[in-house]
């Protein structure tokens, strides 16, 4: 069989011309173009890591060009497979991925120094971490794994990141045992158990720094200092894999497998159709759309906007009946959407359905407010299986139970790209008020989270004269 071979010296980008086909016959060989010019070869590889070894990278920086070389043909099919349902972006950028005109690619190891040495970063994961002959990888390179066990902080968390969502996509890179996810220094958190260190590298080494979805929910990852987790129950909040029998602990609810299955659906990582991602590989019998998902995060794939599906009625119970009312459950969720509509049951005045915009704000507000302390009450927040919230018939006094906020003036989200987007924390007991007269800003900070919950009810759109409202969000940092 004869295989072209392509040598790349100093010369790099005199020699390759790059190639003009669009559609060649498959390779192994990958030619990248349209690269933004500060892109890096770890991203470059990154690209490659979902589909399978990649074998060699040449950096054509001059060109604004790559070519990657994978170790099996079927693994780069695969990879210009997928890239073709979604156009991939690195750095918010599309590129563009074909296969090469070469057959294998054969670099000056001297020339290309600083590729081949996170190359073989990369390699030395994927092969257990056994050392490779005549490689000169410096020991920052190939960090040895601490821990199978990773912590994992999610930062600009806009949409809801649910411990099902890390499970899909850090399965990519092994079997994934156990998961523990909680909120610490008002920033989500997870700590997330491999079986193995290698592992927990591979995914460090991938994940670390990527968005889940466009321009949001960064991933940043280290090893943790535990080498084993102590799970007690298998719920929204943790998991243990191997141990499907676990309770699901004292009044916390056990995820619906069908409100699972149903977000992993709507989330546009989770949520492309299966027949758009021809090949896409299953890590451990995922679905195919998972699998791209998985793929997308280890991939820098640019997702267009999470898809606005889902349940959006949220039911609320154990509030205070005393004290809860339509307006303060729409200031309280509404720092996590735009409520459209609350009702307070007439029957069972400490309950209430709440109505958000679309399937990821009820997403979001359940996983930041379920749990917390409203009113000294601990509030209970799931999905509702009612799809809208009914208003009361014309004529019909509800007592005030049942208001419509449709067009309140007060929807924090309502403008696209609103930096509202970007400042969306769990409830904390610093408090970020804006919209001071001459533009000024200030954090309060209270002694209790719920203290801040409470003071957010009160303060939030407090008229402080001049046209000015006082607008009040909770803030990820301390004083």
């Known amino acids: 069989m004869s295989s072209m071979v392509v040598t790349a010296n100093g010369n790099d980008n005199k020699k390759f011309k790059g190639d003009d086909k669009m559609d060649g016959a498959p390779s192994r060989v990958l030619h990248i173009r349209k690269l933004p010019g500060e892109v890096t070869e770890t991203e470059v590889i990154a690209l490659g890591l979902p589909f399978g070894k990649v074998t060699n990278i040449l950096m054509l920086k001059g060109k604004n060009q790559a070519f990657l070389e994978l170790a099996t043909e079927e693994a780069a099919i695969t990879m210009v497979n997928y890239y073709s349902a979604v156009t991939p972006h690195l750095r918010n950028q599309p590129i563009y991925i074909q ?11 001297t020339l290309n120094q600083r590729a081949q040495a996170v190359l073989q970063a990369v390699t030395a994961v994927q092969t257990t971490n056994t050392p490779i002959s005549g490689t000169t990888v410096s020991e920052s390179a190939v960090t040895p794994a601490q821990s199978p066990v990773l912590r994992i902080i999610i930062d600009n968390m806009y ?7 890390l499970h899909q996509i850090f399965s990519k890179f092994g079997a994934v045992l156990k998961i523990i996810t909680f909120t610490k220094n008002n920033q989500f958190q997870a700590l997330l158990q491999y079986g193995d260190p290698v592992n927990a590298q591979q995914a460090k080494l991938a994940l670390d720094g990527q968005n889940i979805y466009n321009a949001c929910c960064t991933l940043r990852i280290d090893f943790s200092k535990l080498v084993n987790l102590n799970v007690k129950y298998n719920n929204d909040k943790s998991r243990d894999y191997t141990r499907p029998d676990l309770p699901s602990g004292d009044g916390q609810p056990a995820l619906d497998p069908a409100i699972a299955a149903a977000f992993a659906k709507e989330t546009s990582l989770l949520g492309l159709p299966v027949a758009a991602v021809p090949g896409a590989l299953s890590p451990l019998a995922i679905p195919n759309a998972a699998a791209a998902a998985a793929a997308a995060a280890a991939g820098r794939v640019g997702m267009p906007g999470v898809s606005a599906g889902g349940n959006t009625v949220l039911l609320v119970s154990n509030l205070n009946e005393e004290m809860v009312t339509p307006q303060s459950l729409f200031t309280l969720f509404g720092v996590y959407g735009d409520v459209q509509r609350v009702k307070i049951l007439y029957n069972k005045k400490d309950s209430a359905l709440i109505q958000m915009a679309d399937g990821n704000q009820s997403q979001l507000a359940m996983s930041h407010l379920n749990g917390q302390k409203m009113y000294g009450k601990i509030i209970r ?14 004529g019909l006094d509800d007592q005030g139970l049942t208001k419509d906020f449709g067009n309140s003036p007060l929807h924090r989200f309502k ?21 001071i007269p001459d533009h000024k800003m200030a954090l309060l900070q209270m002694s209790t989270v719920e203290e801040a919950i409470q003071a957010l009810i009160d303060l939030h759109n407090y008229n ?8 009040v969000s909770f803030s990820k940092s301390t004083i």
């Open 99 to 109: 296969y090469s005109n070469h057959k294998e690619l054969k670099t000056d190891n």
């Open 159 to 165: 949409y809801p990141v649910t411990l099902d969502v």
């Open 381 to 394: 927040v799931t999905l509702s299986k009612h799809q809208t919230v009914q208003l009361p018939r014309e």
């Open 415 to 435: 403008k696209p790209g609103s930096k509202n987007f970007q400042n969306i924390f769990p409830p904390s007991a610093t408090l970020h008020l804006s919209n």
């Open 464 to 471: 402080l004269g001049e046209n000015h409202h006082l607008r």
